[in-house]
């Protein structure tokens, strides 16, 4: 017999022995067991106390692991434009800080207390991307078109505010209901016809509903343009408003490019000119009435046609709240409109929320000649991007000296060569502001300011994908910066137009080196012709909030849940920073 027989035969000696040994093993547990179910009621008591003790060692040892994690996550990703050692002093840090632990101990909870296993199949994996892509982003509309009224929206604001309770004096601790504000341009078929207003709607169940639009009164002159919130209390990068501060809203108003091809239409702009026409032309839409009244039809069809931009202009919003008052049937108070930038020369335009930094407000714009024909000519005035500079926490503006412009500006293809619709996010680690902008080059450019805005250095490519679209940045409190976007190269058909789709989150952990292109999608679909753009995005506790226009069909709400960790997803590509060579 060879040793390998020996062996086996030994192994089947001892088979049932091994198997009487597990059966006694398993007859002494079930009496160990059946001893513990009859003790008395004081040993009960005692093992219930031992493992409640032992339970709230737990919860001890989880808020540890808790402050340790976010200990961890502050060193990996420091914050407020100061690494690990020299954390910003003041109010704005702290509350940054503050949001930070809260949402990485939110995000902990949603995930079940750990990590996603490293070691799930790839079909597994493939299954858990599409559910997680699903769990965090929610989406609702928040004004759908018609026909017959609205048919043309676009430029769509969001802001998450805390109302104040009506009777409630300024001083009293009293913050209401959190609701969100949007506002967006709209008219009866296209943009810039002479009914083009400006429009607000609120929400109070965090979007999934929105009360019926309302139009921005007080309009006198040209059409209004580009919505955009700003709360004096909020702090961070594009965040929201408590209860107690004011809300503007900012947007520009057109008053010198304009272009009629009639008669009748140089009459409508000769008497707003002299003062005859004293109607506020806010009144082309009655929102008690369920079809847009005749006199915006006539406007459109005869009015003058407004190019975009004129005066940047703002006005205060209030919303009083009363506990026992329907959030519908809450009244929209509007204050006085100002100006804070004249037109003069070229139309000046806005598209992205103000950055406050303590009491420092910046707000970007842009300057822009007419790309069609237009009354005003203002050809010795030059393109280019800037800022406006508060000091007082937004109560006054004053224009910096900045001229963000590319080092050789020419056409390509039709389009102009600009920067324009800047969203401004920081301070970085080193101190510096970072702004983001929509060019026709293929690429968003970015811009850096070491001085608060005064003053910004020459725009350079990132390697982000841009089709000609707008673009909006934030910065996390973890110091991750987020920028949406349509993640794909500019697309063209000579029948059906230009196609803007594949709404993205694109993330950056070390303030813009290297990216992660599309972590996230907010739309994934590219239809030809169709426009899925123009996001304004905003951060409102641990979530994102993002408005964009859907083009023919409204304006959309997308939520993205968990931000503390956008970070760790893989995009579709990872991509360092580049100089990209257009001219």
Known sequence: MNIGAVKRHTREEKRPILLSLRFICFLSVVAVFARISSSSPSSVALIGKSTSASEDENDDVNTRNDDEEAEDEDARFPRNGFPSGARERGNDGMVRETLLRKCSRQRRFRRGGREDDEEDADDEETQRVGQEQERRVQKSWIFQTNAKRLGYVHMASIHPVATKTRGKDDDDDDDGKKVLLAAWQGAHKVEGTDDQSLFVSKSADGGATWTKARVVPGRKFGVRWAPTFFSSGSSGSNSGGGGGETTYLFYAESEKCWHCESGECEDIVRKRKNGSEEEDVSVYWDESKEGIVSKAKKAASVGPWWRPGGNIKRVSIRINDDEDR????????????????????IPKVIGNPPLKLNNVVLLPFWREHPRADAKCQPRKAPDYASVLHSLDDGLSFHET???????????????????????????????????????????????????????????????????????????????????????????????????????????????????????????????????????????????????????????????????????????????????????
């Open 326 to 345: 329907d959030i519908n049937d809450d009244p929209w108070t509007f204050g006085e409109e100002e100006t804070i930038l004249s037109e003069e020369t």
């Open 401 to 583: 000296d900045a001229k963000i412009e590319h080092v050789k500006n020419k056409m390509k293809d039709g389009k102009p060569d600009w920067l324009i619709e800047g969203s401004i996010v920081g301070p970085l680690r080193d101190g510096r502001l970072a702004q983001f902008f929509r060019t026709s080059r293929g690429a968003i450019y970015v811009s850096h300011s070491a001085d608060n805005g005064e003053s910004w250095d020459t725009p350079h490519a990132t390697p982000l994908q841009n089709p000609n679209s707008k673009v909006s940045a934030v910065l996390l409190p973890n110091g991750v910066i987020v920028v949406c976007h349509n993640a794909h190269a500019f697309m063209k058909h000579p029948r059906i137009g230009v196609t803007r789709g594949k709404l993205a989150l694109s993330t950056s952990s070390d303030d813009g080196r290297t990216w992660k292109e599309a972590v996230l999608f907010i739309e994934d679909s590219l239809e030809p012709g169709k426009h899925v753009h123009y996001p304004t995005m905003v951060l409102d506790g641990c979530d994102l909030r993002i408005s964009y226009s859907v083009s023919g069909e409204g304006v959309k709400l997308a939520t993205v849940k968990d931000w503390a960790s956008l970070h760790e997803i893989e995009g579709i590509e990872d991509v360092d920073e580049q100089r990209i060579a257009y001219y």
